[in-house]
Structures are given as C-alpha cells and as structure tokens.
C-alpha cells in the first residue's frame, strides 16, 4: 500500500491539514494518510506546545474520524524520548515493510530539511512529498517588498524548490516530488490566538475539534 505520513504538533489541526492530506492522496494516488501527532518534536521546545499530547490527538482523532482512508498512528506521541522523523520512520518502515511512505513537509521544511536529525537516513525510506502553497510565496513576496510582483515570486519559490530537490537528490539520492496545493488562510499558531482573543474558529477547524476545544476551555488564556 501506498501511505501518506502527515506529522505535526496539530495545536490543534485545521482544515488546512485536512485539504493537505487530501491533495496529497489525489496527487500521488496514495492508498491511506497516517496522521502523525509529534509527542515531543525535536524542532520545538515542548512550552511552545500549548495543549498536551493527550488532547493533540483528541482532536485529530475527532478530525479524522468518518474520513475514509484517514488513520491515526500515535507512535510518536507515545514516545516519552525526543521524536526524529528518521527513527519514526525506521520504527513504521520495520512494522509495516509491505508498504511504501509518502512523508508529506511543507516547503520550509524542504530547505531546512538538512539540518534535522540523520536526514541521509530518512531519505531511503520514504519519497518526500514537498508541499508547494502560493500562500508560502505571497507572505513571502510582502516580506521582501515584492507585493507588486507576487505572481513573478510564486515563480521564483517554485524554481528555487525544484533546485533545492535536485541537490537533494544528488547529495542523497533522495526521492522528492513537488506538491502542489491550494492557499492555506488559516495556521495553528493564528487559531490560538484568536481563540485567546475570544475570535470565531467556525469553519477553520472540523466542527468535532472545534467542539473539543470549547469544551476543554484550550488556547483561552
């Protein structure tokens, strides 16, 4: 089978996570997506994470639930140690060895990719799906005072990914494949805080998660 890994710290999960996933499977023709809650990401600092691992994946547990396809793998979050993807995906690659994995990482992580822990001993075991968003290259363009060009640095990001994979490729004989998604208009970080703000979340998150959220009083303070 076919298998899609869509990790994160999902504080909480949004429909922008659903939507990813979702590309992906179409893209690629991927059999199931495996939602991989992190437990303790290197990457993070764990008081950067504001609801504990045992609600994270309540509430993907409750995103997903009813969707075909859509399964939960909690091996990292019940991992007391520090979770590298590569040690994740030896563990998954060892329990499952009739499947082939789709690793699915945004397009910050595709330049950073080289700095996480053993990358050289991820790459063998997982085609990298790296997920190209215009939203990425717009935040981006008003960053760098290109507002008036963004179709032009939507462009460049793009080019300046594909070279990225391809020294990737070289350096490591990895396998990455670009994915191309929609504008995401919604991030975890935003929906804490407009759930400390005492803004509306209705329609940024699945109604279930949303419910959980109120009812667990989380992000309010």
């Not at 007391?80 to 990482?105: D, N, Q, R």
């Not at 992580?109 to 075991?125: D, G, M």
Request: proline share 5%; hydrophobic share 35%; net charge negative.
């Amino acid at each position: 089978m076919k298998i899609g890994i869509m990790g994160g710290t999902f504080d909480p999960v949004h429909n922008g996570h659903l939507e990813l996933a979702e590309t992906a499977r179409r893209q690629f023709a991927l059999d199931e997506i495996w939602f991989l809650p992190n437990g303790n990401p290197p990457h993070k600092k764990l008081k950067q994470i504001e609801s504990d691992v045992k609600q994270r994946v309540e509430m993907v547990r409750l995103a997903i639930d009813g969707h075909p396809g859509y399964l939960l793998e909690p091996c990292e979050a019940e991992r007391k140690e520090v979770s590298c993807s590569y040690k994740t995906m030896e563990y998954l690659a060892k329990e499952h060895p009739g499947h082939e994995f789709y690793f699915i990482i945004g397009a910050d992580s595709l330049f950073a990719i080289e700095k996480w822990v053993h990358p050289e001993k991820l790459f063998p075991l997982c085609t990298i799906l790296a997920a190209y968003r215009d939203d990425f290259a717009e935040t981006e363009a008003m960053g760098n005072g290109k507002a008036c060009d963004v179709q032009e640095y939507r462009k460049e990001i793009w080019e300046e990914m594909s070279v990225q994979i391809e020294h990737l490729r070289d350096k490591y004989g990895a396998h990455i494949e670009l994915l191309r998604s929609r504008p995401v208009k919604v991030s975890s970080s935003r929906l804490r805080e407009m759930v400390h703000g005492g803004e509306e979340i209705h329609g940024l998150v699945p109604e279930r998660v949303e419910e959980y959220i109120a009812e667990e009083g989380l992000y309010e303070s």
